[in-house]
C-alpha cells in the first residue's frame, strides 16, 4: 500500500513540475470563452475538461484504446457505413456462435456510440 501511495504522490509531483495543472487551466479558460462566444453551455465544457483530467490522472484502459482507434478511424474517413467491420477482432468472431456474435455487436455497436458522442464533444470544444 505504501508503494502505491508514493507512485501516485510521485505522479501528482510530476504533474506539478510539468506545469500539467496550469496547462489544464489555460485550456479550460480558452474553451469556456469560446462556449460562451458561440453560445455554448459553459457546464458542459467544465464537465468535459472533469473527465478530460480524471481519464488523464487514473490512465489509460481498454476503452481508451478503442476511443483512439474510432477517433483515428474518424479522423482519417469521418462517418462510415462499415464501422463496425472496422472496429471488430474478426478472428475473435469467427470462434463464436451465431448468438454470442449478434451479443458482440450489439456490445461493440454500443461502445461505438458512446466513443462517437466524446468524439463530438470533444471536436466541439477543440
Keep these: 500500500m505504501d508503494t502505491s501511495i508514493k507512485e501516485l504522490a510521485k505522479e501528482a509531483k510530476e504533474r506539478i513540475k510539468n506545469g500539467y495543472w ?12 469560446l ?16 473527465e478530460k483530467v480524471k481519464s488523464d490522472i487514473l490512465g489509460g484502459n481498454e476503452d481508451d484504446a478503442f476511443y ?5 478511424i474518424l479522423d482519417k474517413y469521418g462517418e ?3 464501422m463496425l467491420g472496422r472496429l471488430a477482432d474478426k478472428d475473435y468472431i469467427a ?6 456474435r449478434q451479443r458482440y455487436f450489439l456490445d461493440l455497436s ?5 466513443a ?11
Design 22 to 33: 496550469q496547462k489544464s487551466k489555460e485550456e479550460l479558460e480558452k474553451s469556456l470563452k
Design 95 to 100: 470462434t463464436l456462435s451465431y448468438e454470442q
Design 110 to 114: 454500443s461502445k461505438y456510440r458512446e
Design 68 to 72: 483512439l482507434k474510432v477517433k483515428e
Design 116 to 126: 462517437l458522442m466524446k468524439y463530438k464533444k470533444e471536436k466541439m470544444f477543440e
Design 35 to 50: 462556449a460562451k462566444n458561440n453560445g455554448l453551455n459553459e457546464s458542459k465544457v467544465v464537465e468535459f475538461y472533469r
Design 80 to 82: 462510415v457505413s462499415d
